[in-house]
């Protein structure tokens, strides 16, 4: 079964600055399950854009599913338009300066998943770019994960000092230009080396996105589970 949660349904009291988050998909499984899947967009990017992206149009079996808008708005244009986008934070890619924290985007969406009654399942992290990136940020923040999934992300080392080990895979287009492959391998080894690394997937004709083939991969990643 699925149901499109509505950010109006939720009361924001419980999260900082009084900032809402739109939960755009929440789907649960039919029979009982305790096993959630958290997608996280990338940066100037959406829910809605994500789910096709990474999970194609099937649904997850034995799942609940949560994918939410970033907490910061940051239209982004195309051509002559501006599309709707969100981001989770803000780090200058120039200086590194981080101007807004992922730590106050996942006490915000560490506050929505108890909103919705989810903060007791086990769950699995599908990062993409930005996403991936962010993922450790909602584990030191409390969330019970055993397992990332980053596509399309790199590895920060020092995102990870102090989160308890978790399984970390990494899938990623030999051709991105965006979040080029050798830095995302070469970062992934040295979080390999500190124990969270599990598999890193090549796709050889892939840029900054996921195919069918990555698709496939993420699936049986999460049967795996």
């Known amino acids: 079964m699925s149901q499109k ?32 899947l958290l997608v996280l967009h990338g940066f100037t990017d959406r829910a809605q854009s994500v789910k ?39 780090r200058d890619p120039q200086s590194g300066k981080q101007m807004i924290s992922p730590e106050f985007a996942a006490e915000a969406l ?17 990062g993409f770019s930005q996403g991936g990136f962010f993922a450790p940020f909602l584990l030191k923040a409390g969330l ?19 989160v308890s080990l978790v399984k970390v895979y990494g899938i990623h287009g030999a051709q991105d230009e965006i979040v080029p492959y050798a830095q995302a391998k070469s970062s992934f080894e040295m979080i390999t080396r500190l124990g969270y690394g599990a598999k890193f997937f090549t796709l050889p004709d892939l840029g900054h996105s996921l195919n069918g083939s990555g698709r496939k991969i993420v699936r049986e990643l999460l049967e795996s589970r």
């Open 144 to 162: 019970n994960c055993n397992t990332i999934i980053g596509v399309g992300a790199a590895y920060r080392a020092e995102a990870y000092e102090g």
């Open 110 to 126: 560490m506050n929505l998943i108890a909103q919705v009654g989810l903060d007791h399942l086990d769950w699995t992290i599908l």
């Open 5 to 36: 949660i509505n950010a109006s349904e939720f009361s924001s009291q419980t999260i900082p600055l009084d900032i809402r988050l739109e939960t755009s998909y929440l789907y649960q499984p039919s029979e009982k399950s305790e096993r959630g």
């Open 52 to 90: 096709k992206r990474l999970l194609g149009d099937e649904p997850v079996p034995h799942f609940h599913v949560l994918i939410p808008n970033g907490l910061f708005p940051c239209p982004s244009k195309k051509n002559s338009e501006f599309k709707e986008a969100y981001a989770w934070y803000f």
